[in-house]
């Protein structure tokens, strides 16, 4: 039951905030579109889900065409079969809890008695099984975020769209809440479209990350591949933190081309072209005692401990140069430090 | 520690000494004036010697007229709150729901018959149905059509009442529309409710609270309303309460009693309207006012887009165009419906001296009494929500308590409260500078602790830790901030008092003649030329005022 969509387009008075995307979203996997304010994530899963009418191109649910500008369909949301968890719960005030989560059966005319068995098995499922009949009014955040899960699952549906479900939670509630929709969805098997604009929670949470810019899909692919492999430097630094070096010499030895950073000599990394910056992720980085011979010489100006790791900011000859540490080295502003780092973390991006 | 605690008594002192002056003002202008309607009606006062007696009591309960009256009451204002709730709700929703074409401007013009003083209103309609002829049942004589409205009937009364009080509930429903997340209503779409279902499970009950407040606010307008029941319903002699306590007025001498017991009558009336909302809405307030604005998706009309439209325009024109137009014909005719057009006439009726100097009592007393009361609303909201003085809440109490009381029974309490007294109050302007000051500044009070309650207290804090006093971050921090809520407030009194008929036919004296005063004498001695002139001369003044007040306030206004 993957989600077509082709071309798909959407123009709010003079500004193209879709310009045709076209993607995939696979069956039973969480798909995160992820991406700055403004870039057209949660207009597309408002496409997808009927509240919002693309001005161009198609989208399909599981084969069935559900808008297509030519010629013309346009399925309603109610009529499309799907379920969704809105940035603010959108848990109905005038309910209880039960009501809440029953209203995907009503709607559907089920019988009463599987509706009281399915809601009271999708309330346990997420932790709620006692507070059924408490009105929608008298729950907190993370209560009300269980309801909006709960009323997913009640309904059935193989498809789930979530529009930044977890921003308006407190941290800690935050990051046990991911891990609960993932293992929901693992036991369930629904696919997940995710929107959010965390990239630490886009991260942790997708099969598949989808990064968003303008309208466009700037890149994709699995978290670790997306990470270790950016292509841009936009995608460079909005997912993790990114060195971004531009001022490295290109160098040529026995024919294999190559790249120094002060004294460090690499091999230059596959298919390096002309304009291209490098890209090293803090954490890749090794730092040493000073004056090692073939490594970049830095000062330190800046330190940060955080408790698990410290983080410094050195002047190089390349430029400043970010490096998170595990170590237990005790380093202040003004020390000198040796940088190396291994060929394979070095990458490139335009 | 001893020196603080030194400090800290005289510190205390003045705001104590404020506070029991504040008290002190609100007992007298607004708790004996509605205790005392309550004790005239089973006290006889014969020279100051007061004897309890239940004859008044047993006469309205047992007087027919009394009863029809009370039927007549409720009748009229239980269909006049319906009418203007079925309008008030389906303009809101045009106006914040749809695509209609001019909804903006629409919207903001619907809104004007507030300001078209009740007792006008109902002039201008006479005009327009009474029967033979008003100039809609002239003109279906003349062309043809064997039908005849008549005003002066209790559906009348219920129509023109109901099409003029469609603005207070078109208000708060509107805002309720503005104030719902839009994705309760996109959330029952996507889990399969269709575009009707959504509106019935979802939309409509999470805006019947405000819908119900609307009515129960009409109904209690309805129900003491003075104007418009005795303009349409003396010549059929279709009396409501508030036109019989203005007849016990008119006897010689005063008929204090039964005035007292149908003024207990009103306000029970109002009471129970106010209760049974309470009743119903226990637990129910589903807006949360945030602050947060919603952009409502439209509904895509399509077709029924010319429908709203015609709707809102053939409100428009019902409740201001049409009145306007007949009471302008009317001021420049001879006399009535002569066919002789002059303006010699209407300058005429408007340049006398009775208008001026009438004009003139009023703006003095509808200025001073607006001041008066806005600066006590401003003193009792910041004393109710910026200090923990003990007592606060029962003054906000206080002063809030004549919100469901009406104006004609306000008023005949007030004349209880003085007119025994020897200080020379009722009989002088006075008494309806106090009656006004007790009667509205619970209007100012509630305004003005709103925006107070908005501006965060953080903002006066800082003032003090870079060194403003209390007086200094008062004046310079919050009173700049909340003057938009304070200028509403005083325009809003000042409109009401302008037009303010009911408490002044009780209280006026020679020498506190008002404008309302003499359009209400001109309509007895039945000159209506005349009338529609001085009633046109109150509306511009309630329109410009209406503009004022917008400008004053932007959007949000009332």
């Not at chain 1, 057209?40 to 599981?62: V, W």
């Not at chain 1, 559900?66 to 940035?87: C, G, N, S």
């Amino acid at each position: 039951m993957p989600i077509e969509v082709a071309n798909l387009s959407k123009v709010f008075g003079q500004v193209a905030v879709l310009r045709a995307i076209s993607e995939v979203f696979a069956d039973g996997k969480i798909s995160v579109l992820l991406g700055a304010s403004g870039c057209g994530k949660t207009t597309t899963l408002r496409c997808i889900a009927g509240l919002e009418r693309p001005s161009a191109g198609a989208i399909a649910i599981d084969g069935r065409t559900v808008y297509r500008d030519q010629p013309a369909v346009f399925v309603p949301a109610e009529r499309r079969r799907i379920a969704m968890v809105f940035q603010s719960y959108a848990i109905w005030p005038h309910m209880t809890v039960f009501q809440n989560v029953s209203l995907p059966l009503r709607a559907a005319g089920a019988e009463r008695r599987a509706i009281v068995q399915r809601v009271g098995a999708a309330l346990d499922l997420v932790g709620l099984g006692e507070l059924a009949s408490r009105s929608a009014t008298q729950l907190s955040g993370g209560q009300q975020q269980r309801v909006a899960l709960a009323r997913c699952i009640v309904s059935g549906s193989p498809v789930i769209l979530m529009d930044e479900p977890l921003s308006n939670l407190d941290a800690n509630l935050r990051i046990a809440m991911r891990t609960e929709i993932r293992n929901l969805q693992r036991r369930l098997g629904q696919m997940i479209v995710f929107v959010t604009h965390d990239q630490e929670e886009a991260m942790s949470i997708a099969d598949t990350l989808y990064l968003l810019r303008d309208g466009e899909v700037l890149q994709k692919g699995a978290p670790r591949e997306f990470y270790e492999n950016p292509r841009t430097r936009y995608a460079a630094e909005f997912l993790g933190r990114a060195n971004l070096i531009d001022q490295f010499a290109r160098e040529t030895h026995e024919d294999a081309p190559r790249i120094r950073l002060g004294d460090l000599m690499l091999p230059a990394p596959a298919g390096l072209p002309a304009g291209a910056s490098l890209c090293i992720r803090p954490e890749k980085w090794r730092a040493g005692a000073p004056d090692a011979p073939g490594t970049l010489a830095g000062r330190i100006v800046e330190t940060r401990y955080v408790g698990d790791r410290l983080e410094f900011i050195a002047d190089t000859a390349v430029g400043r140069i970010s490096v998170v540490e595990m170590s237990e080295a005790d380093r202040r502003a003004g020390d000198r430090v040796s940088l190396t780092v291994a060929p394979r973390d070095v990458k490139w991006v335009q | 520690m001893r020196t603080i605690a030194a400090l800290r008594l005289p510190a205390r002192l003045p705001a104590a000494i404020g506070l029991a002056l504040l008290v002190a003002i609100v007992v007298v202008l607004v708790l004996v004036p509605l205790v005392m309607i309550l004790l005239r009606a089973v006290f006889d006062s014969e020279a100051g010697a007061w004897a309890p007696t239940a004859r008044h009591i047993v006469a309205v309960l047992t007087g027919a007229i009394y009863w029809q009256a009370l039927a007549s009451t409720i009748l009229v204002a239980a269909v006049a709150a319906a009418l203007a709730t079925a309008l008030g709700t389906a303009l809101a929703w045009i106006f914040v729901r749809t695509t209609t074409v001019g909804r903006a401007v629409l919207e903001q013009i619907a809104q004007m018959p507030i300001f078209i003083p009740p007792f006008v209103g109902a002039v201008a309609w006479a005009l327009l149905l009474a029967p033979r002829v008003g100039a809609i049942n002239r003109i279906l004589a003349m062309i043809g059509i064997p039908l005849e409205i008549d005003v002066y009937t209790h559906g009348g009364m219920a129509w023109v009442m109901g099409i003029y009080l469609a603005p207070y509930v078109m208000m708060i429903v509107a805002a309720a529309l503005r104030s719902i997340d839009p994705s309760l209503e996109e959330a029952a779409q996507v889990f399969g409710l269709g575009k009707l279902q959504t509106a019935l499970r979802i939309t409509a009950p999470l805006i019947a609270p405000a819908i119900l407040s609307g009515a129960v606010l009409a109904f209690t307008i309805a129900v003491g309303l003075f104007g418009t029941p005795v303009v349409l319903g003396w010549s059929r002699q279709i009396l409501l309460l508030t036109s019989r306590i203005w007849i016990g007025s008119q006897a010689t001498p005063p008929d204090y009693g039964t005035m007292a017991a149908l003024s207990v009558w009103l306000i029970v009336l109002s009471l129970a309207a106010t209760a049974a909302q309470r009743y119903a809405l226990a637990g129910k307030s589903y807006i949360t006012v945030t602050g947060k604005g919603f952009r409502p998706r439209p509904v895509e009309l399509g077709p029924w887009a010319v429908l709203t439209f015609a709707l809102s325009l053939v409100y428009v024109i019902l409740a201001i165009a049409a009145p306007l137009v007949v009471l302008v014909a009317a001021a420049l005719s001879a006399y009535t419906w002569s066919g002789h057009y002059s303006l010699a006439n209407l300058t005429a009726a408007l340049g006398s001296d009775d208008v001026w100097s009438t004009m003139q009592t009023s703006v003095i007393l509808s200025a001073a009494a607006a001041t008066l009361a806005v600066a006590l609303g401003l003193a009792i909201a910041w004393v109710t929500s910026r200090t923990r003085l003990p007592g606060r809440q029962a003054l906000e109490y206080l002063v809030l308590l004549p919100i469901s009381v009406p104006g004609i029974a306000f008023g005949v309490g007030v004349m209880f409260a003085w007119i025994d007294l020897p200080v020379a109050v009722y009989g002088t302007a006075l008494i309806i500078l106090f009656a006004f000051i007790g009667r509205f500044t619970s209007y100012a009070v509630r305004s003005i602790s709103a925006s107070l309650v908005q501006l965060h207290p953080e903002l006066e804090e800082s003032a003090r830790v870079f060194g403003y006093g209390p007086l200094r971050t008062f004046a310079r921090i919050t009173f700049p901030l909340i003057l938009p809520s304070v200028l509403a407030s005083w325009i809003l009194l000042f409109s009401f008092f302008m037009t303010e008929l009911s408490m002044v036919i009780l209280l006026y004296s020679e020498q506190s003649r008002m404008f309302s005063v003499l359009s209400f004498e001109v309509w007895n001695v039945g000159d209506f030329s005349r009338l529609a002139a001085l009633s046109l001369l109150q509306t511009s003044i309630g329109l410009a005022l209406a503009v004022a007040l917008k400008s004053v306030f932007g959007q949000r206004a009332v």
